[in-house]
C-alpha cells in the first residue's frame, strides 16, 4: 500500500462528503439569499474545513488507542472495528501517526487564521469551537464521547452541521442569518444519524473498555428506536426547511432517499450480532450524500433560476 493510500485510510477519506457538502450548501446560502459570492474565500474554507474533519477522524483514532478502546475491539467476538487499526497492528508508528495528525490540524489552522483576518474574528470562534469539540471528544480529561449522555451527538451535529454551515454562509456575507441554522439541521442530522449508528458495530467493545455511548447506556434495543427517530427527525427537518422556504420546494426530492433506509432497518430484530448492522451503515452513508447532493442541486439549480 502506498503512503497516500496508508494516509487516506488511516484518516478516513472516503467520508469527507459529510463535511463537503454543509460547506458548500453554506456557500450556495450566501449565493442564492444574498446574491454574493467569492472564490478564493470559498476555496480557503474548503481547504480548512477537510483539514479540519480529517484531523478529527485521526485524533480521535489517536485517543482510542491511547484509551484501549482498539485493543478491546480486538479482543471482542463479532465485534466491528470502525478505526483503520493501522495504530493497533503497528502499520504506522504512534509517533508518525501523532505527527500527521496535528500536520492537518496546522492546515486547517492556517486557513482559518487567513479567513480570520480577511473576513474577521467570528470565523475563529467557529473554528476553534469546531476544534475544540473534535479534541476533547475523546481525549482527557473530559472525554465527552466516553460518557454517554448525548454529548457526543450534539457534538456531531455542531461540527458537522451547523458550523460548517453557518461558518460558509459568514464567510462569504460577514453577517449571520437564522436561514443558515435552518440550512444545516438535515444535512447535519443525517450526519449524526451515520455516527449514532456506526455504535452498533462496536458497543459490546466499547462497554469492557469504559466507553459509555448512549449504545452502551441506553441497551440495543432502545438505541435502535432512538436511531430511527433520528432518521425520521432528519428528514422532517428538510420538510421544515422547504416550508419556512431555506430550500426550494423541488429539495423535497430528497425524501425519497429514505426508502432504501428505511428498508434496512425492516431487517433488524431488537437484537443483532453486529455484522447486521454494516447495512445500516452503509445506508445511512448512501442516504446521507444523495440527499445532500440533491439538497445542493435544488439550492444551485435556484441560483441559475434567479441569475435568468
Known amino acids: 500500500m502506498s503512503n497516500l493510500a496508508l ?8 467520508v469527507i462528503p459529510v463535511m463537503v457538502i454543509p460547506v458548500i450548501l453554506g456557500g450556495l446560502g450566501a449565493l442564492v439569499w444574498d446574491h454574493t459570492f467569492h472564490p478564493i474565500l470559498f476555496v480557503l474554507t ?69 479567513l480570520s483576518f480577511l473576513c474577521g474574528w467570528l470565523v475563529l470562534l467557529f473554528g476553534g469551537l469546531g476544534a475544540l469539540i473534535a479534541y476533547f471528544y475523546v481525549a482527557p ?39 443558515a441554522i435552518l440550512l444545516s439541521l438535515p444535512i447535519g442530522l443525517l450526519t449524526t444519524l451515520i455516527l449514532f449508528n456506526h455504535h452498533f458495530l462496536h458497543w459490546k467493545a466499547d462497554e469492557s473498555a469504559g466507553k459509555r455511548t448512549l449504545v452502551v447506556v441506553w441497551g440495543e434495543k432502545r438505541a435502535l428506536a432512538f436511531s430511527k427517530f433520528l432518521c425520521v427527525l432528519s428528514y422532517a427537518a428538510l420538510v421544515l426547511c422547504v416550508f419556512l422556504h431555506v430550500f426550494p420546494y423541488y429539495a423535497l426530492v ?8 428505511w428498508r434496512v432497518y425492516g431487517n433488524l430484530k ?19 450524500v444523495r440527499c445532500g447532493v440533491i439538497m445542493m442541486l435544488s439550492m444551485g439549480i435556484e441560483a441559475v433560476v434567479q441569475a435568468l
Not at 494516509?7 to 472516503?14: D, G, T
Not at 430528497?254 to 432504501?260: A, C, D, N, R
Open 7 to 14: 494516509f487516506m485510510k488511516a484518516s478516513r477519506f472516503q
Open 46 to 114: 474548503f481547504i480548512g474545513a477537510i483539514a479540519a474533519h480529517l484531523f478529527s477522524n485521526m485524533i480521535n483514532d489517536l485517543w482510542d488507542f491511547r484509551n484501549g478502546i482498539d485493543t478491546a475491539a480486538r479482543e471482542t467476538a463479532s465485534t466491528i472495528s470502525t478505526n483503520s487499526g493501522f495504530l493497533a497492528n503497528g502499520t504506522i508508528a504512534e509517533k508518525t501517526f501523532s505527527l500527521l495528525t496535528w500536520g492537518l490540524f496546522a492546515v486547517a489552522l492556517i486557513c482559518g487564521l487567513i
Open 141 to 179: 480529561p473530559i472525554k465527552f464521547g466516553y460518557r454517554g449522555k448525548g454529548y457526543s451527538e450534539i457534538a456531531i451535529l455542531l461540527s458537522f452541521g451547523v458550523l460548517p454551515t453557518v461558518g460558509s454562509y459568514y464567510v462569504q456575507t460577514m453577517q449571520l442569518d437564522y436561514r
Open 254 to 261: 430528497g425524501l425519497i432517499t429514505v426508502i432504501p433506509f
Open 270 to 288: 431488537a437484537e443483532n450480532p453486529s455484522p447486521a448492522y454494516l447495512p445500516l451503515m452503509g445506508a445511512s452513508l448512501k442516504a446521507t
